[in-house]
């Protein structure tokens, strides 16, 4: 019989290998944990619940936002704000940071895209959470202020996403791998089903819209190209997979192998994806996967950040694969 191990109980081994831990990160990703739930269950129910179609608003970025991003987004402040345990937050669809009720002795900051992809929801596509953890930088949680969001990606001390789709999983690491949990709605719980997940070295697969070629620049494109050339020895042509979901195609490629690609545009100079809700938290999920993660030029996690929403081009995936892209970018 294979051992069922929830996705508690997993934060408690991991725990456990750090004996300077004092706890305060399980009780953090468990907060994160409980709010997916709820956030699940009103996707897998968003037909019925008159939460599907626009708001009738747009958020800070100037897009239309859905019924149901603005649910998850006040659910995921609710659930987690509540207990106190992080002194300031961070959502793609707030202007400004975001203070908790319960500040006066969290020590760490939270940032997260409430529900990525989520102009795929009418149509039944997976969309997802991703998620960001740092610590303060100063000792006093009562003076937190922006500039404790505004950290570089490797200062993150956890990061992960949960997707929502034909089963819903959360993917989580602390800096000692990657691991993913499937949902079993029979018992309400996370079981760790992929241990220790490894990105392949070289995938087979891209993903990127391609339906923005005439703004593409001629070195993306020339890589492109490279990649439907045909070549049995390096593995070409790759085949495309796009699915317009950040997280479903990162997912993908994470399991499989491949390289994800928004990159700048001549429309989108410094790219369309947001650093520090997006590009951080899956490049930390990446390379403790063994992958790599870029901007086309510098590493995605050493890029320091001057904005809470700012924009940057991104490749991410298999490390040869990104590698290749670079050469092309230089």
Not at 17 to 34: I, K
């Amino acid at each position: 019989m294979n051992k069922l191990i929830t996705i508690e109980r997993h934060f408690l081994e991991q725990q456990k290998s750090h004996p300077e831990a004092t706890g305060e990160l399980t009780d953090l990703l468990n907060d994160v944990a409980f709010a997916a739930k709820l956030v699940r269950r009103e996707v897998v129910r968003a037909g019925l619940a008159d939460i599907l179609g626009m708001a009738g608003t747009t958020n800070v970025q100037g897009e239309e936002v859905k019924k149901l991003d603005l649910f998850a987004n006040e659910k995921i402040i609710n659930a987690i704000g509540q207990h106190g345990r992080f002194a300031l937050m961070g959502s793609e669809e707030n202007e400004g940071t975001i203070i908790p009720p319960k500040n006066q002795t969290g020590r760490y900051v939270l940032l997260f895209d409430p529900l990525d992809g989520s102009s795929n929801i009418d149509v039944n596509v997976s969309v997802g959470t991703i998620f960001s953890i740092y610590r303060l930088t100063g000792d006093d949680p009562s003076q937190a202020d922006v500039n404790d969001c505004l950290q570089k990606g490797s200062e993150q001390v956890a990061a992960g996403y949960v997707i929502y789709g034909s089963s819903v999983m959360m993917v989580y690491t602390t800096g000692n791998g990657v691991h993913g949990f499937t949902y079993d709605p029979t018992i309400g719980e996370f079981l760790l089903s992929h241990e220790n997940i490894t990105i392949p070295e070289q995938g087979k697969y891209y993903s990127i819209n391609e339906g923005s070629w005439q703004q593409l620049h001629s070195s993306t494109i020339d890589y492109i190209n490279y990649l439907k050339e045909e070549d049995k020895a390096t593995g070409r042509p790759y085949s495309t997979r796009y699915i317009g979901s950040l997280v479903a195609d990162f997912h993908r490629n994470l399991l499989t192998g491949g390289i994800f690609i928004y990159p700048a545009t001549r429309k989108h100079p410094d790219g369309k994806l947001r650093l520090m809700y997006e590009a951080n938290p899956l490049a930390f999920i990446c390379e403790q996967a063994g992958g790599r993660a870029t901007n086309g030029k510098t590493r995605i996690m050493d890029i320091d950040p001057t904005e809470l929403h700012q924009r940057t081009p991104l490749y991410i995936g298999s490390t040869q694969d990104v590698l290749k892209a670079e050469s092309f970018e230089h």
